[in-house]
C-alpha cells in the first residue's frame, strides 16, 4: 500500500483519520493510489473502506462499527462542493448506506487538511470532536447533551467563530432509528439514521474550522473549467431556473400534475390541495430568502418564516411527508413540522411516512391510538414524542416497517428495506420504481433519480408508463450517482452536467485522467460493492421489493391511474445488466471484471 | 441511428437567443457559450448583430441574424433593407421569415419575389426561410419549400419559435424530400433536449436551431451508455403535429386539417388512446 502522503496530491488533502473515542487513540489511514482512483473519495472511499474493515453482521449500535465523514477530491473547488457524506451500516435498514448533505461543513472540513475521518468506539460521556488545521480533539460535550441542534451550533460556534458543526439532536441522542445528522443548522444528512449512531457513540457533535489551501492540478485549466460549469448550470432550465425560484418544493405541482403526488399514504396519486403547498405558495407566503450552499450558484434553499418561527425549507420530500402523505394541506404546520424534525435531528421523509403508515393502521382499525387524515394539530407533539421515544412516539421511532410488522399490517408500510419511498408514487414511472427496489440503501430517490428523464425530460425524455429500457437506464443512473456522491457533488449537477465533464472536473482538480467509460466503471464497481456487503448481510431478490400496493393496486384518479409497477420484467432484465445472478448477487465473474 | 460526437453536434446547432426581453448580457453570454461549445452560429435580433459580431470575429462562429422577425409582415423592401444592415453590420447567416398569409393566399409570386430579395440584399451570407409550418399544411409547406429553392435560398426552416408549435418530424421529412439533398433544412422551434434534436437530424434537418443547445451537447455523452433505451422509438402519437393543433391559436382551416389527418392516420388505431 502507497501512503497517501507518498506524494503530492491534487484534489486530495491525504490524509484520513481513524479517531477511537473509547480511548481516543488516532491513526493515519493509508490509502493506496490504486484504491484512490478506484474509489475517489466520498461514498466510494468509505463504502470501500467500510467493507474492508467490517464484517456484514456488525452491529449498527456497537463500539466496534465505525461511522465515516468524507469529502471528495472536489470538495471546497467546484460549484457545489460544500458537501460530505457520512457512511456506516444503517441501524433502521441494516444495508451499508451512505447519507449526503449540503451546507459549508464538508468545505470547513477539508481544509483542516484532511479528507475526513472515521470514528470507532464508544465514549463513556458525552463528546464531540474538534477537528482544525491542528488535528482532531476529543472534547467534552456534557454540557450539549440533551440539547437540540440549533442550540447546539450556536454554543459551539460562540465558542469557536467561523466554524461549521454537524450534530445531532434529541433524536439522535435516544437512536431513533431514523435520526439525522445536522450541520449548519438546516442541511441534513438525513437518511439511514446516521445520527443514531453517533448517539450510540455519545459522539454529539463535530466542529471543524480549517483554513488550508487545497491544491489544484491545472489551475490555469481551473478557471476556464468554472466558467464552462457556470455556462451549463445557468443554461439547465432546472439549475439555472426552477430551482432557483421556487426551491425543491417546484415538483409539488408538477408530480401532482402527473397523478404520483402519494396521498394518505401512497393510496391515491392527486392531492387536491396541492396548490396550496407547493414551491409557488412558500415562496408567496413562507419565503424570506433564497438560501445557498458553500459555492452554489443553484441556491435552492429557503429561509422561511411563519407567523411563530423561522428556519429553513420546507423541501419537497418533506413538504410531501407532513402534507399530501398525512393529507395535511396547512402550510404553516408543515413548515413547522420540518422545523422542528431539523432541531430535534430527524429524517423528515421517515418521520411523515411512518406518521402516514400508523395514520392508515389507525383507519384499518388495528391501531390504537387517534390519528386522523389531515390533522395537522397532531403533529408537533406526535414528532416531539418520536425524537424521545415518548407514548405514541415510542412506537412510531421504530419506522413504518417495524410499526405496520408490529400491527399484523406489514403491506401498509410504503418502504423498501426498511427505508421508506419519498415523494414519487412509483406506479406513475416504471423506472423510478426499478430505481427504489433496487437501491442498494432502501427506498431512495437519490441513488438513480429516473425521475429525470421520465418527468423532467433530462437529459432526454422517456415514456413513464413502459418498463422497456428502464433496467439499462438505472442502471445507469445508479452508477453515475455513485460517482458524483463520491467526488463527493450536489446531485443536483447531474441535471446539467454529463460523465465527461465529471470526468474532466476531476482530471483538472486532482490530474487524474479518467475515460468516460473508465469513470463510469467507477461508479459500476461502488454499487457492486455496496451490493456485495448487503448480500453478504442477508439481503437477495427478496429484498428487491416494492410494498405490494405497488405491483397490485391500481390508482384511480389522476394521468397515472389504472397502473401498477411490472417489476419482475424489469427486475431479471436489472440482474441481467448488472452481472447479478437470479437472486440479485454479484457473480464471481462481476466482481473480477470490476476488481472489486 | 447515426451516433454524433458532441463537436459533431455543436455545428449543426444555431445557439438561439431571441426574446424580446433579452439584454445585452444575455447575448453576452450566448456568443461566451457558443466559443466554448463549439456552435456553428448564434442567432440574435439585428438589434444585437454588431455586438454579437464584436464578442465573436475572432472565433469561427457565425453570427445568424433573424429578418422581419417573427411575423414575417413587414413589407419586401423592410426586409431586403433589413438584411442589407444585418449583413453589414457581421451577419453571415439570415434567417428571413415568409409573408405566411400571402402563401396561403396562393400569392406565389410575391412570396417567391419578397424571398428573392432578401437572398439578393442578404449576399454573400447564406438565408434561410422560415415558413411557420404550424400554420401551413403540408400541401403549402411543400409549395414554400419550391418557392424558397427557386428564389435562390440556401435553407428551408420550419418555425419561429413563437408560432402555435415548433419543429416536428413529419415537417422534416416533407421539406427534406421536397428540397433535395443540396439545399439545408433547419429544424428550430421546441426543441429542448438532445433527444428532439437527434429526432430531426433523422428526419432530415441538417441544422438545429435551439435555445438548449448548451444541454443538448453536453448530453451527447449518455448517449454512449444504453443507447437502445434512451432512444427507444417514441409512440407516433406523443410527436405528432396534431397532438399541438390548439384550436385558439390554428387557423381555422389548418386546425380542420390537422384533426382530418388524425381520424386518416393508421396509427390512430392503436396508440391513439389513453391508456398504455
Same mark, same amino acid.
Request: proline share 5%; aromatic share 6%; with cysteine.
Given at each position: 500500500m502507497t501512503n497517501i502522503n507518498s506524494k503530492e496530491l491534487f484534489g486530495w488533502m491525504g490524509k484520513i483519520v481513524k479517531i477511537n473515542v473509547s480511548n481516543g487513540t488516532q491513526e493515519i489511514v493509508e490509502i493506496s493510489d490504486d484504491i484512490r482512483k478506484k474509489y475517489i473519495g466520498g461514498r466510494g472511499l468509505g463504502v470501500k473502506l467500510y467493507s474492508d474493515m467490517c464484517n456484514a453482521d456488525i452491529d449498527p449500535f456497537s463500539a466496534e462499527n465505525p461511522i465515516i465523514f468524507l469529502t471528495g477530491p472536489l470538495t471546497g473547488l467546484i460549484p457545489t462542493a460544500g458537501r460530505y457524506q457520512v457512511i456506516s451500516r444503517s441501524p433502521q435498514t441494516g444495508t451499508?448506506? %451512505?447519507?449526503?448533505?449540503? /451546507? #459549508? #461543513? /464538508?468545505?470547513?472540513?477539508?481544509?483542516? /487538511?484532511?479528507?475526513? #475521518?472515521?470514528?470507532?468506539?464508544?465514549?463513556?460521556?458525552?463528546?464531540?470532536?474538534l477537528v482544525t488545521d491542528d488535528g482532531i480533539e476529543i472534547k467534552d460535550a456534557t454540557h450539549l447533551w440533551g440539547k437540540n441542534t440549533h442550540d447546539t451550533r450556536d454554543i459551539l460556534t460562540a465558542e469557536y467563530p467561523k466554524s461549521s458543526v454537524a450534530s445531532i439532536g434529541p433524536a439522535g441522542e435516544n437512536q431513533v432509528l431514523y435520526s439525522a445528522i445536522m450541520n449548519d443548522k438546516d442541511r441534513a444528512a438525513g437518511r439511514g439514521g446516521m445520527g443514531a449512531i453517533m448517539g450510540s457513540k455519545n459522539l454529539k457533535a463535530i466542529v471543524a474550522f480549517g483554513t488550508k489551501d487545497i491544491p489544484v492540478a491545472d489551475p490555469d485549466g481551473f478557471k476556464e473549467l468554472l466558467a464552462k460549469l457556470s455556462r451549463l448550470i445557468d443554461k439547465n432550465p432546472v439549475t439555472g431556473k426552477s430551482l432557483n425560484l421556487l426551491g425543491t418544493s417546484v415538483l409539488v405541482n408538477v408530480i401532482n400534475a402527473h397523478g404520483m403526488f402519494p396521498t394518505e399514504n401512497f393510496k391515491r396519486g392527486v392531492f387536491n390541495d396541492a396548490e396550496g403547498i407547493s414551491g409557488e405558495k412558500i415562496t408567496e407566503v413562507l419565503l424570506q430568502k433564497r438560501s445557498a450552499c458553500f459555492h452554489c450558484p443553484i441556491?435552492?434553499?429557503?429561509?422561511?418564516?411563519?407567523?411563530?418561527?423561522?428556519?429553513?425549507?420546507?423541501?419537497?420530500?418533506?413538504?410531501?411527508? #407532513?402534507?399530501?402523505?398525512? /393529507?395535511?394541506?396547512?402550510?404553516?404546520?408543515?413548515? $413547522?413540522?420540518?422545523?422542528?424534525?431539523?432541531?430535534?435531528?430527524?429524517?423528515?421523509?421517515?418521520?411523515?411516512?411512518?406518521?402516514?403508515?400508523a395514520m392508515e393502521l389507525y383507519e384499518k382499525g388495528v391501531f390504537p391510538h387517534e390519528l386522523k387524515w389531515g390533522d395537522a394539530n397532531i403533529l408537533e407533539k406526535l414528532i416531539e414524542d418520536i425524537a424521545y421515544k415518548r407514548g405514541i412516539g415510542a412506537e412510531l421511532a421504530l419506522g413504518s416497517k417495524r410499526l405496520a410488522e408490529k400491527f399484523g399490517k406489514p403491506e401498509l408500510a410504503m418502504h423498501v428495506k426498511g427505508l421508506e419511498i419519498p415523494a414519487y408514487d412509483p406506479r406513475g414511472a416504471q423506472g423510478q420504481a426499478l430505481s427504489y427496489a433496487t437501491s442498494n440503501r432502501g427506498g431512495c430517490h437519490m441513488r438513480a433519480y429516473a425521475i429525470a428523464p421520465e418527468i423532467l425530460g433530462s437529459p432526454m425524455?422517456?415514456?413513464?408508463?413502459?418498463? %422497456?429500457?428502464?433496467? $439499462?437506464?438505472?442502471?445507469?443512473?445508479?452508477?453515475?450517482? =455513485?460517482?458524483? %456522491?463520491?467526488?463527493?457533488?450536489c446531485r443536483f449537477l447531474q441535471f446539467a452536467m454529463s460523465i465527461s465533464t465529471f470526468a474532466e472536473m476531476i482530471e483538472v482538480v486532482t490530474g487524474l485522467k479518467y475515460t468516460d467509460d473508465e469513470l463510469l466503471t467507477v461508479g459500476t464497481r461502488i454499487y457492486n460493492l455496496e451490493r456485495e456487503f448487503n448480500s453478504k448481510a442477508g439481503f437477495t431478490r427478496k429484498d428487491d421489493i416494492l410494498p405490494v400496493r405497488f405491483l397490485e393496486e391500481e390508482l384511480d384518479e389522476g394521468s397515472s391511474r389504472n397502473r401498477v409497477v411490472h417489476l419482475d420484467k424489469m427486475l431479471d432484465e436489472f440482474y441481467k445488466i448488472r452481472g447479478w445472478d437470479e437472486n440479485g448477487i454479484p457473480t464471481e465473474e462481476t466482481k473480477k471484471k470490476l476488481r472489486i | 441511428m447515426k451516433e454524433y460526437t458532441r463537436d459533431q453536434l455543436a455545428k449543426m446547432i444555431d445557439h438561439t437567443e431571441l426574446k424580446s426581453s433579452s439584454g445585452q448580457g444575455k447575448i453576452k453570454n450566448l456568443c461566451d457559450e457558443a466559443k466554448m461549445f463549439g456552435f456553428i452560429s448564434v442567432c440574435v435580433n439585428p438589434y444585437y448583430v454588431k455586438y454579437a459580431y464584436e464578442q465573436l470575429k475572432d472565433s469561427d462562429v457565425l453570427v445568424c441574424s433573424v429578418i422581419g422577425f417573427p411575423l414575417g409582415m413587414s413589407t419586401t423592401e423592410i426586409k431586403a433593407a433589413e438584411a442589407r444592415k444585418a449583413v453589414s453590420e457581421g451577419a453571415e447567416e439570415i434567417d428571413m421569415v415568409i409573408n405566411v398569409g400571402a402563401l396561403r393566399d396562393k400569392n406565389y409570386d410575391?412570396?417567391?419575389?419578397?424571398?428573392?430579395?432578401?437572398?439578393?440584399?442578404?449576399?454573400?451570407a447564406h438565408v434561410k426561410v422560415i415558413f411557420e409550418t404550424c400554420y401551413l399544411t403540408d400541401e403549402q409547406i411543400v409549395k414554400a419549400c419550391q418557392l424558397s429553392v427557386e428564389a435562390g435560398a440556401h435553407y428551408v426552416k420550419t418555425s419561429t419559435g413563437f408560432g402555435a408549435f415548433g419543429a416536428f418530424e413529419d415537417h422534416i421529412k416533407?421539406?427534406?424530400?421536397?428540397?433535395?439533398?443540396?439545399?439545408?433544412v433547419k429544424a428550430s422551434g421546441g426543441i429542448n433536449n438532445l433527444k428532439d434534436a437527434l429526432r430531426m437530424i433523422e428526419a432530415g434537418a441538417s441544422r438545429i436551431g435551439t435555445s438548449a443547445g448548451v444541454a443538448i451537447v453536453e448530453g451527447v455523452s449518455m448517449l454512449k451508455f444504453?443507447?437502445?433505451?434512451?432512444?427507444?422509438?417514441?409512440?407516433?402519437?406523443?410527436?405528432?403535429?396534431?397532438?399541438?393543433?390548439?384550436?385558439?391559436?390554428?387557423?381555422?382551416?389548418?386546425? =380542420?386539417y390537422y384533426k382530418k389527418k388524425c381520424l386518416d392516420c393508421p396509427h390512430r388505431d392503436k396508440y391513439n388512446k389513453f391508456y398504455e
Open positions: 451499508i448506506s %451512505d447519507s449526503s448533505s449540503g /451546507g #459549508f #461543513f /464538508g468545505n470547513v472540513l477539508k481544509k483542516t /487538511g484532511i479528507d475526513g #475521518f472515521i470514528v470507532t468506539g464508544k465514549a463513556e460521556k458525552p463528546v464531540y470532536l441556491a435552492c434553499g429557503r429561509s422561511t418564516r411563519t407567523a411563530n418561527k423561522s428556519g429553513e425549507g420546507p423541501e419537497y420530500e418533506s413538504v410531501w411527508a #407532513f402534507g399530501a402523505q398525512l /393529507g395535511i394541506n396547512d402550510l404553516t404546520k408543515i413548515t $413547522e413540522a420540518n422545523y422542528l424534525c431539523n432541531e430535534l435531528g430527524l429524517d423528515t421523509i421517515t418521520t411523515g411516512s411512518t406518521i402516514g403508515c425524455n422517456i415514456d413513464r408508463y413502459s418498463s %422497456d429500457g428502464k433496467a $439499462e437506464i438505472v442502471a445507469l443512473l445508479q452508477d453515475i450517482s =455513485a460517482v458524483v %456522491d463520491s467526488t463527493v457533488l | 410575391f412570396v417567391l419575389e419578397d424571398i428573392r430579395q432578401v437572398v439578393v440584399a442578404s449576399a454573400p416533407i421539406m427534406r424530400e421536397t428540397v433535395g439533398p443540396d439545399i439545408g444504453a443507447p437502445k433505451a434512451w432512444l427507444e422509438p417514441e409512440i407516433p402519437c406523443h410527436i405528432c403535429p396534431v397532438r399541438s393543433a390548439n384550436m385558439s391559436k390554428l387557423p381555422k382551416g389548418v386546425y =380542420a
